[in-house]
């Protein structure tokens, strides 16, 4: 059973919108999440990351949400470029678990028109 | 060379051959990770090297052997793989203790006939 889920396996935005990108979890352990930004052809990127400590991090046009209770992540974009057409990787891990253990969901591909 | 390379970037290899894929790290770092991302599947982990030394085993087939000669260097050695074993292969750093941040390779593209 899958522990990191991103339902949304695509998302269209309009060059200049708002971005947002969803990830749900089921393990309560998670304490350290990470999203991943991955073009065609070459390896994931790191992009952000949050501890459970904190709701909110954010990096330029990049933030992060953090929702303990709904065991809920997403990553907002704004403004949204087309640049950042790109597959999207949300990923967890547990304190003290396994070194380097991150749990990744599949995968949501942003496509950004102009 | 900068951050994480590996080679090959493409590997089509038949059933009975061996066959390594390499990983090469440049950022310093002192602990390496194998992945494989099948098409609609996320990225399975299945090695962790820290310290030179195997911390993680993901119950991956003994077909894949892997090898750690030094902090920067990690292997991956092929045989006897099956065509399902065909996926992208990932290579990723990190400084290890409780660094989450992993810095992946561009992956090797593996294809089993």
């Known amino acids: 059973d899958q522990q990191v889920k991103q339902n949304s396996p695509s998302l269209s935005v309009q060059e200049g919108r708002i971005s947002i990108l969803n990830c749900d979890y089921t393990?309560?352990?998670?304490?350290?999440f990470l999203w991943y930004k991955k073009y065609p052809a070459e390896g994931p990127t790191f992009l952000i990351s949050?501890?459970?400590?904190?709701d909110k991090n954010e990096d330029g046009r990049f933030t992060v949400f953090l929702n303990k209770s709904a065991k809920h992540l997403s990553l907002h974009i704004v403004p949204s470029q087309p640049g950042d057409s790109a597959v999207y990787f949300c990923?967890?891990?547990?304190?003290?678990?396994?070194?380097?253990?991150?749990?990744f969901g599949k995968g949501t591909k942003l496509s950004v028109k102009p | 060379e900068t951050g994480v390379t590996q080679t090959p970037r493409h590997l089509v290899m038949g059933m009975t051959n061996k066959k390594s894929l390499k990983c090469e790290q440049h950022?310093?770092?002192?602990?390496m990770y194998w992945y494989k991302q099948s098409a609609k599947k996320p990225l399975e982990l299945m090695f962790v090297?820290?310290?030179?030394?195997?911390?993680e085993n993901n119950s991956v087939p003994s077909r894949f052997s892997p090898e750690c000669p030094n902090s920067s260097h990690l292997f991956l050695h092929l045989h006897t793989l099956q065509p399902e074993d065909s996926a992208l292969y990932l290579c990723?750093?990190?400084?290890?203790?409780?660094?989450?941040?992993?810095?992946f390779g561009p992956g090797t593209r593996l294809t089993v006939t």
């Open positions: 990723a750093s990190s400084q290890g203790g409780q660094s989450y941040e992993q810095y």
């Open positions: 393990n309560s352990m998670f304490d350290y």
């Open positions: 949050i501890s459970s400590i904190k």
């Open positions: 990923a967890a891990s547990e304190y003290g678990g396994s070194q380097g253990n991150l749990i």
């Open positions: 950022l310093g770092h002192n602990a």
């Open positions: 090297y820290s310290l030179e030394e195997r911390v």
